[in-house]
C-alpha cells in the first residue's frame, strides 16, 4: 500500500508565502505524475499543478507566477511553494500521484489534504 503525507498548511496573511510538501510512503517502485489540487467550500476540486518524473510542470492559469512545484525523486517528494498569496487560494490542498508499486501496476493516490487559509 502507498501513503502520502502532507504538511505545510496553515494560516498566512495576503501577499504572504507557504511552502506545502507531501512525502509518499509504502510499497514504491517508481512515481510518475505528481500534482497538487485544491478545493474550496462549496466549489469542486481543481487541478493546481502538475508535474512529471522528468520535472516538466503545467499550472492552472490563475496561480502562474505565483506558485512553484517541485519534486525530489530521491524522497518521494513533492513540494509546493505558494507567493503572493490571495485569499481567493483559501482551500484544502491535496497532494496526488501515479505510483508504480511493481513495473507493471500502477495506481492513482491522494493524500488527506492541508487547510490553507489566506486571511488577514
Known amino acids: 500500500q502507498v501513503q502520502l503525507g502532507e504538511s505545510g498548511g496553515g494560516l498566512v496573511q495576503p501577499g504572504g508565502s507557504l511552502r506545502l510538501s507531501c512525502a509518499a510512503s509504502?510499497?514504491?517502485?517508481?512515481?510518475?505524475?505528481m500534482g497538487w489540487y485544491r478545493q474550496a467550500p462549496g466549489k469542486q476540486r481543481e487541478l493546481v499543478t502538475t508535474?512529471?518524473?522528468?520535472?516538466?510542470?503545467n499550472y492552472e492559469d490563475s496561480v502562474k507566477g505565483r506558485f512553484t512545484i517541485s519534486r525530489d525523486n530521491s524522497k518521494n517528494t513533492v513540494y509546493l511553494q505558494m507567493d503572493s498569496l490571495k485569499p481567493e487560494d483559501t482551500a484544502v490542498y491535496y497532494c496526488?500521484?501515479?505510483?508504480?508499486?511493481?513495473?507493471?501496476?500502477?495506481?492513482?493516490?491522494w493524500g488527506q489534504g492541508t487547510q490553507v487559509t489566506v486571511s488577514t
Open positions: 496526488n500521484a501515479d505510483v508504480f508499486t511493481t513495473p507493471f501496476i500502477r495506481n492513482n493516490y
Open positions: 509504502g510499497s514504491i517502485f517508481r512515481i510518475d505524475a
Open positions: 508535474i512529471t518524473r522528468g520535472g516538466s510542470t
